[in-house]
């Protein structure tokens, strides 16, 4: 940890101790710090450090092309890549008030949810580690490795894809590609009983994660948490079908909910959000054959781009909640003003600092992953 | 969801009836509002009180220094109406001071603080204005648009030529690094 982060309190009382966690712990997808003063085993306060991933994406984003900041903005958010460069891509075409042609509409749309699976199987398979069982972490980075391969094939990338551009998609699929992608789909279809099995019918997990890191609806409401975290406290809220983007109106899919609000809640919705997407992706994989025409629309030359003067605000729905953009264009060829609103902004700092207090130490790295918080999101 | 549309034109005829606000539906789920800076805490106010948005968002900042102003913009969403409100609003740019909607929003806290951090506008009753991302920054606050990077670099850090051994035998054949950086078009300011 930094200097200034070791300040002791100036007179603690004696039975209290101080314990930094972090930045490299099991609790958390990236380097995050989180300082905890203690009283024997239970958490009197905690208090999060982020910093250790900034790299000034936003002041940097300003110092380039439009067309050059695609290869910045899916670094912003590492297991869960793609939300980020289509939120990207949406509110650049908003500004220039480009036209999406329909198969690319649903090429994003096998992508993103296509990233959500990895992003899931990478959330609760580290959810269990933390808890003391490291198969489903395992089984569950295998598993995301098949679909790692798939955008591979897809556009070369493993992480972070570029996949997307104003205006449309790069390239087309591969031939035989669908069928590919059915057939993973397939078998992580037939992997989740064995989840379900190895986790969620286990009672060392479900004694763990049953009661820890309680938050109610009107405290979920009250600091802004979203996506799975809220949806665990029983509102049924997705901006996918509520403020509707790209072609999630025209799919069927159910908004998964559970009541309890707490870790085993939140590791249950991503659970049966699996199974959501992989309908999804089913859907998609159906119609992707009957839409025909160009993947992206004609744009002018990247490299001289003028984006209209104005300003966009664009939300998607990413894996760990509310993404959105703030956009903001002085008709210059650079953006002026780039603003990332990630999820894991309220999450792993306001959330986590009020969840701690009064757990119990073994629990905090438990509460930190089922809340999945991203810290690349939060220094940007 | 004609208690929505009911409440969504009660809101505009709100709005349309109270003075030193401008609004404009850009869509139906996107509506913007530009309000005075000492408007803009009733706006929220009421927003949330009585129009149902009662998610914040984001607080985002924009520097203007050819206008001396930074503009300060709230998002605001309601479950209910499924809308987003962008309420837009201009500070002076010194001294850069502002009052903070924690009482309204619990979650500007963070933003207020971010804002704090990048750009220095001050949030006067945000609970926490330490700093969180750049904990061992002394300089000015990097995100103001007169915060040159290349020219902080330049002066509080000197270049090393990067001439290694294998690259002087590359270069002896004459081979070497294709593009220098100070030729390179695109990535520099």
Redesign the interface.
């Known amino acids: 940890m930094r200097p200034e982060n070791y300040e002791t309190q100036r007179q603690p009382p004696s039975h209290e101790y101080e314990l930094n966690i972090g930045p490299n712990h099991p609790g958390i997808e990236g380097n995050y710090a989180f300082k905890l003063r203690l009283h024997g085993d239970e958490v009197i306060e905690g208090r999060a450090d982020a910093g250790y991933l900034h790299r000034g994406f936003e002041k940097l984003m300003e110092g380039r092309l439009w067309i050059q900041n695609l290869a910045i903005t899916p670094r912003i958010c590492v297991p869960d890549p793609v939300p980020m460069e289509i939120s990207y891509c949406l509110a650049v075409e908003d500004l220039c008030g480009l036209e999406v042609p329909e198969r690319a509409k649903w090429l994003r749309v096998l992508q993103a949810e296509l990233s959500r699976l990895a992003a899931h199987l990478f959330t609760f398979g580290g959810h269990a580690a933390t808890t003391g069982m490291y198969t489903p972490m395992f089984w569950g980075m295998a598993d995301r490795d098949l679909i790692l391969d798939l955008f591979e094939e897809l556009c070369g990338g493993r992480v972070y894809h570029i996949y997307n551009i104003p205006g449309g998609v790069r390239r087309d699929m591969p031939p035989g590609f669908i069928e590919r992608v059915s057939n993973t789909i397939d078998y992580l279809e037939s992997r989740l009983p064995d989840y379900d099995n190895l986790m969620f019918r286990n009672r060392v997990f479900v004694k763990r994660a049953r009661g820890v890191g309680v938050i109610s609806q009107q405290h979920a409401l009250d600091w802004a948490v979203t996506g799975p975290n809220l949806r665990a406290t029983g509102l049924a809220f997705d901006v996918r079908r509520d403020d509707p983007y790209l072609v999630y109106d025209q799919l069927d899919f159910d908004i998964v909910t559970e009541d309890a609000g707490d870790a085993w809640a939140r590791a249950l919705v991503r659970r049966k959000e699996l199974f959501e997407s992989i309908k999804i992706i089913r859907q998609v994989l159906a119609k992707l054959p009957e839409i025909e025409g160009p993947i992206r629309c004609p744009i002018p030359n990247p490299l001289a781009w003028n984006v209209p003067a104005g300003s966009t605000y664009v939300r998607m729905e990413s894996s760990k909640g509310e993404l959105a953009w703030y956009v903001v264009s002085n008709g210059g060829e650079k953006p002026y003003r780039t603003h990332v609103r990630g999820p894991s902004q309220m999450h792993a700092v306001q959330v986590l600092e009020k969840l701690s207090v009064g757990c119990r130490i073994e629990d905090v790295a438990q509460i930190m992953f089922s809340l999945d918080a991203c810290p690349p999101e939060v220094d940007r | 969801m004609t208690k929505g549309k009911e409440l969504s034109t009660w809101l505009d005829k709100v709005l349309s009836e109270l003075e030193g606000i401008e609004f404009r539906r850009k869509s139906s789920?996107?509506l913007r509002v530009d309000v005075a800076a000492d408007a803009l805490p009733a706006l929220l106010e009421l927003l949330r009180g009585r129009a149902s948005y009662?998610?914040?968002?984001?607080i985002?900042?924009?520097?203007w220094p050819d206008d001396g102003a930074f503009e300060l913009?709230y998002?605001v969403?309601s479950?209910e109406l499924?809308s987003?409100v962008?309420a837009h609003t201009r500070i002076p740019r010194e001294p850069g001071v502002y009052i903070s909607v924690y009482d309204i929003?619990?979650?500007a806290?963070?933003?207020e603080r971010?804002i704090h951090e990048?750009f220095g506008v001050y949030f006067e009753g945000s609970p926490d204005m330490s700093k969180?991302?750049?904990?061992?920054w002394d300089g000015p606050p990097?995100?103001r648009k007169d915060f040159d990077?290349e020219a902080w670099v330049n002066d509080h850090f000197d270049w090393q030529d990067y001439n290694p051994e294998w690259l002087k035998e590359i270069v002896a054949q004459g081979g070497g690094i294709a593009i220098r950086p100070d030729e390179q078009r695109?990535?520099?300011?």
Do not use: G, N
Not at chain 2, 60 to 63: I, L, P, T
Not at chain 2, 186 to 189: A, G, L, P, V, W
């Open positions: 789920r996107r009662v998610h914040l968002s984001a985002s900042c924009v520097d913009v998002h969403w479950y499924q987003l962008s929003y619990t979650p806290a963070f933003f971010d990048m969180f991302i750049l904990t061992e990097p995100m990077s695109f990535s520099r300011k």
